[in-house]
């Protein structure tokens, strides 16, 4: 998102005289953009939830499953990750460099530990699978698809499990499209291009990653009140 | 964030002489280019190209409904099937790849920045990204289309697209690109609005085609989302057999229904929107009169846009949806209409006590009138529930949106080309076959589909290979038209193609038009502009020009002080 | 009136010289025969009259001003001095916001009407089905023609067995569609007498456009003849059924559909009738019987006494007995359902058949022995082992081993160890050979094979779908497991052994 405006101010001197600098040197676009895109992202999540709710609401689920507890560390690994970018954007407009490289440093990691603790999540999940099949063998569902007659209709754990997965995938490409800037972002922050009066990629980094995390915490709960 | 750092050493800029066309050459100057003018042609060009793949599929469709039982086409289900494949991938290329993406891409790259007073949209690089986007997209669906030709029709609608054996997922995959490309261009659109306006370009300043490519950008940046919501889950229908669509699964394919129109109806005000600013324009330039009534044109786009958003159930009437809900969306669909009329009748006022010419621009923008209102009055026969469901899913539907997506869009987005036309290219095209081609075209889409809706009345359901021989002639008028349309679409390809090899040099501003993007020379220049303009009355008046018979076009003159506040001030 | 569709020019003459200018003074909508056509018809006329009016309205102006206000000269302007008039707006605004909502009001208020059936109304049951439609009338009486009677309200309930279809018949002023998986209704009230098509309106699939049925609508008491003549169970058309045929119709009538199906699938309240007749059953005392003739006759007129395995006593109505004895007291219609039972079992045998079809041997074909014989363990060829070790993935990560252990230990599936080419008895009672086909078979339809002891609808029916896509791409992962199936068995043999590799003809 972040353009020819993101060049610090020196380089945009450097390049006055070119055709289309001066225009293109606005305040406040990237940040924008940025809430364009995530309220944008918003609508995209909250209509899948508003789906599955829709599904989830139409009868009771054949057997409840357990979510796995591993959710809890990784929900707590992003909600620290949250912090850590919220401690980086301070640290720079307080013009403590090297803070801000350990603080986007840390939530590079933190990002990657919750992807990896998200998939083993995902594999946990997949043999649960088993139990609901055999689940949805005692109250008389066919494998093969649709209800026997006669019985009332009931959501079928593989609804919950595939949920589950739509869910958790959706917002770890999300998660991977934030970790490829903030990577951009920190290496910059290495480079020392960032300082008090010009650090507006760590912005937009920030904002996204507070979306990210914001997202989790209501899938999570949905989640947890539907499982 | 990202594309920043990544294109960081791509764009390198021409310098400045010449102009956009050849400052920068060699076809790496426009692959990569952050040209929104280059940009946009790359959009044009494209867009012709699958408007040209989609009009060829409609001449199949066309002619294979020559006869009852089918002219191509006929004598098993599986012949039937690759009929269906050839409507299914007509109604795909024309809505996801011409009608949703080429106004704004083509039209609005150009002219926004240009009438804005701007170097170029917000983010340059994001914008190239966008197109790109939108070529995957289409190489995707030419995959699937090779692989095993989608048959689903372009709705989509479960439980059959879950079932049937084509490529669903690679077609889907692919517009789920083009989704993303259009909702990074509506973003695009809204920042450079919002923060590249020069001084003085109040909002109440701005061109009617800038209103509407505002309005459009939020349906686009709104209501896109939920489209690739709804193909990921399809797809993931497909893979994992998830059951939120099947009902054999315990899902409900209605909730399908509802995902696919929240934003597929608010997508035709996308296609809608940019096509009314377009006529907006060109009524005024060629009345030589100030638009009437500018606030409630520009407050009526807003309002479309908006009240959009809340009428997608009038697709489902007969879909079991309750009936409270069926009056919801019917009364909303009532109410969107109002808008609309409010523009086409201040569009005449405008003509009203206008110094009209009638030049092929011009032409297209009344043919638009004619045809939307047309479109819009079925729109309304539709829009009521007793007689919906006696005309849903009938040819009379089709009729109905030919009217407002061909005549409307695709004749708005023509005339506006024309408008544009010595702008992008510097070259004059011929005038006579301007006009000629406009009325061919007017006369074969009425001839197309006005029968359409006396067959669809009758009793013709749509998405037929055969039909019942009472039919027949209406579809044979249909037909007739379609060849008269084809045959004005290679006459304009002709003279278009003459015009830039051997039309006349461009003035800066051959119509009299006083938005900014007539200020510059023609074709502009890379950085558009070489002093930054500043703004200091409305977007219309024209009674400080003057024309030039040696340039060919318009320059300024004083302007009068006793008239200088006319036009829209605020 | 007749059917006659041939087209042609004499047609197309006809057409332009006698439709059109009907059609033009209708105003297109075509003739309605249907109690609420009125409706639809003012509504229709009243807003087409508005639309008509306006954009007359809007063309004369257009013209008028084009002609009126053509430019001179090019250096010609418009009156700058009237940019906008914030009455006149309004009022072209308020003017189509009112006609609008008297449109919508009339459009709401008719569909309700349309929309709610009246109590009492005459039932049928529309069921739709890629491509095709059915129709089953209160005396169980079923065609492909839709009978309606004049000046009665009819209800038809509507259900959809795969796809969106949509139920329409412009003369009669309805649509609605069929969603599968819900009980759609509309109403009709029919006025006179009249011949029409029901065409379906939804999309669905390569036969969309053949999808149609005749409508006839007669007197009430002409109708009461029609649908009687439906109900002659024995004929078709004029012509005599089969017995097995007869019996394919009552079991839809009868609703014997309901609760066993014919494709073999699991988890049916009853037994699925596929390879049934002249089968092994067990009850619940661990015993076995055969299901011939005698059985299923008592099985039929007692349900009672029934103790199958895996379903519970009271739940088969014991009401057939005597609807059967009303369709035909001689027990023919029984025999029919026999009969029909028969002809889906690959077990049927002389002793199964009903009496009367004994002799004629040559319907029904005795079951088949397993061909392959008992088999020894081979070594499998080399250029098998990559697909073995691939196989090898592939069920970890579909989680196989989750319920099939590899070791010989007894799990939620049967064990792996030593299956393929190995002797597997089946809930039927049957011994089949776990050969290739075998394989393949349990795991893309697990339950039409069941192993004995087995539980119906355990095992996932979704590894099909995971790993045959359109048109089969997947075809190698399944060869892939069953190699390694192969590879944990003693008794692996050519015959359980994935065509391809190793396997020369
Ligand atoms: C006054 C304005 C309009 C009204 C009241 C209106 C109303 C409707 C209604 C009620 C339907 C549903 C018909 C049915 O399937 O039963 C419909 C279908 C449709 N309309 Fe409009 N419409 C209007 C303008 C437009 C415009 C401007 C466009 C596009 C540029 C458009 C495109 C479509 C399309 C594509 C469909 C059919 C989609 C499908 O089923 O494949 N409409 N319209
Ligand atoms: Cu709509």
Known sequence: MTDDIDLPPHALNAAAGSSRQPMLFVPGAG???????????????????????????????????????????????????????????????????????????????????????????????????????????????????????????????????????????????????????????????INGVYSRNYYPGVRYCSIYWHFLDVVWLVIFVVLLATF | MTTAEISEHIGEHAPIGGNYLNQGKGIKSWLFTLDHKRIGLMYLISGLTMFFIGGMLAMVIRTQLLVPNGLIFHGSYEAYKHYNQVFTLHGIIMVFMVLVPIPPGALGNFVLPLMLGAKDVAFPRLNLLSYYLYITGAIMAVVSTLLGAVDTGWTFYTPFSIQTETYVVWMVLGIFLLGFSSILTGLNFIVTIHKLRAPGMKWFRMPMFVWASYATSIIQVAATPVLGVTLLLLVAERVMGVGIFNSALGGDPVLFQDFFWFYSHPAVYIMILPAMGIVGEIITVFSRKPIFGYKFIVMSSLAIALIGFVVWGHHLFVNGQSAEWDAIFSFMTFFVAVPSAVKVFNWLATMYKGAISLSTPMLYALSFIVLFTIGGFTGVILGALATNVVLHDTYFVVAHFHYVMMGGTIIAFIGGLHYWWPKMFGKMYNETLGRITCVMLFIGINLTFFPQFIVGAEGMPRRYATYLPQYQLYMIASTVGAYIQLAAFLLMAGYLIHSLVRGKKAPANPWGASTLDWSMASPPTTGNFQEMPVVTQGPYHYDDMEYDGRLGGFVHVDPVPALAGAGVEH | ???????????????????????????????????????????????????????????????????????????????????????????????????????????????????????????????????????????????????????RPVRLDMTSSDVLHGF???????????????????????????????????????????????????????????????????????????????????????????????????????PTWKNLAGSKVHDTNGQVVVANYQYLKSAILHPGHLKVKGYPRGIMPNTFAAQLKKIAPNGRALDALIAYINSKSKYANQQSLPPELRKSSTTVQPSAKPKTAPVKASGLPAAALPFVSKGKVLVQTFGCTGCHSVTGASGVGPTWKDLAGSAVTLTTGKVVTADYKY????????????????????????????????????????????????????????????PGVGTKK
């Not at chain 1, 088993?130 to 649709?146: D, K």
């Not at chain 1, 589950?164 to 800037?181: C, E, R």
């Not at chain 3, 009338?137 to 009677?149: A, E, H, V």
């Open chain 1, 31 to 189: 940040a924008m953009g940025v809430g364009l895109l995530v309220f944008s992202l918003s609508v995209l999540f909250a209509s899948s939830l508003i789906g599955y709710l829709y599904i989830r609401a139409q009868a009771p689920v054949v057997a409840h499953l357990r979510l796995p507890n591993l959710l809890w560390v990784s929900t707590a690994v992003l909600l620290i990750s949250s912090i850590t970018m919220h401690a980086g954007l301070r640290a720079i407009q307080h013009g403590r460099e090297s803070r801000l490289t350990r603080n986007l440093a840390a939530t590079f990691g933190l990002g990657l530990l919750f992807l990896i603790l998200q998939a083993i999540s995902a594999v946990d999940i997949f043999h649960s699978l088993q139990l609901s099949n055999i689940a949805m063998a005692r109250v008389g569902i066919r494998n093969t698809g649709g209800l026997a007659p006669g019985l009332t209709p009931v959501v079928q754990t593989h609804v919950l499990i595939a949920a589950f997965y739509v869910f958790t995938a959706l917002h770890a490409l999300h998660v991977i499209g934030g970790l490829i800037p903030l990577g951009v972002v920190l290496q910059r922050a």
């Open chain 3, 1 to 151: 009136m007749s059917f006659n569709f041939a087209p042609g020019a004499a047609n197309i003459i006809q057409m332009t010289t006698l439709k059109l200018p009907g059609v033009l003074a209708a105003w297109g909508l075509p003739h309605s025969d249907a109690v609420t056509g009125p409706d639809v018809q003012f509504l229709w006329d009243f807003i087409l009259g508005v639309a008509v009016f306006f954009t007359v309205l809007i063309v004369v102006l257009m013209v008028f001003f084009s002609i009126r206000y053509h430019a001179k000269t090019k250096n010609q302007v418009g009156d700058h001095g009237h940019t906008h008039n914030t009455a006149l707006e309004l009022t072209w605004s308020i003017i189509p916001l009112i006609l609008l909502m008297i449109m919508f009001v009339l459009g709401f208020k008719y569909y309700l009407n349309m929309d709610t059936p009246p109590s009492g109304a005459y039932k049928i049951d529309v069921q739709a089905k890629q491509w095709s439609w059915t129709f089953v009338y209160p005396n169980g009486g079923i065609s492909d023609k839709l009978y309606l009677p004049a000046g």
């Open chain 3, 168 to 270: 329409w018949i412009p003369r009669l002023s309805i649509q609605k569609d069929v969603v599968p998986g819900r009980v759609m209704t509309v109403w009709i009230e029919a006025k006179k007498s009249a011949r029409m098509w029901l065409q379906c309106a939804e999309y669905c699939g390569s036969g969309h456009s053949k999808m149609r049925a005749r409508v006839i609508v007669e007197p009430y008491a002409q109708f009461k003849k029609s649908v009687h003549a439906i109900a002659d169970i024995w004929k078709q058309n004029g012509k005599t059924l089969s017995l097995a045929a007869v019996g394919r119709k009552l079991h839809i009538t009868l609703g014997c559909i309901a609760c066993h199906n014919m494709t073999g699938a699991p988890g049916g309240v009853g």
């Open chain 3, 439 to 498: 394989l393949r078979e349990m795991i893309l339809h697990p339950g039409t094979l069941l192993v004995k002891g087995a539980t119906a609808g355990v095992m996932s029916g979704t590894y099909g779908s995971m790993l045959s896509g359109p048109k089969h791409p997947h075809e190698k992962k399944l060869k892939a497991i069953i190699w390694y199936l192969n590879s944990l068995s003693d008794h692996a043999n050519k015959a359980s052994w994935p």
